[in-house]
């Protein structure tokens, strides 16, 4: 099971939309799509933006998302 859940990283992703505003990321999808993205950066070469004991790019994109160190823009940013 992944942990944070795929719950929690929507939850923390879309903490920052007024009330009222659709939110940012509403499927998996768009996390799977923003970390895997963020994974391939890492292995391009650019420097994890937190410490972290696990050394797979993707495990580290998980959490840089979720402790919010990288956002997710919506279609108009």
Not at 1 to 25: F, I, Q, R, T, W
Not at 33 to 61: F, H, N, W, Y
């Amino acid at each position: 099971m992944l942990h944070p859940s795929y719950s929690d990283l929507m939850k923390v992703v879309n903490s920052e939309v007024e009330p009222g505003e659709a939110p940012v990321v509403n499927s998996r999808y768009s996390i799977v799509m923003a970390t895997s993205k963020r994974a391939r950066q890492i292995i391009g070469g650019e420097d994890p933006l937190i410490i972290s004991r696990d050394a797979k790019p993707l495990s580290v994109a998980v959490e840089e998302l979720n402790q919010g160190k990288i956002k997710i823009l919506s279609d108009e940013e």
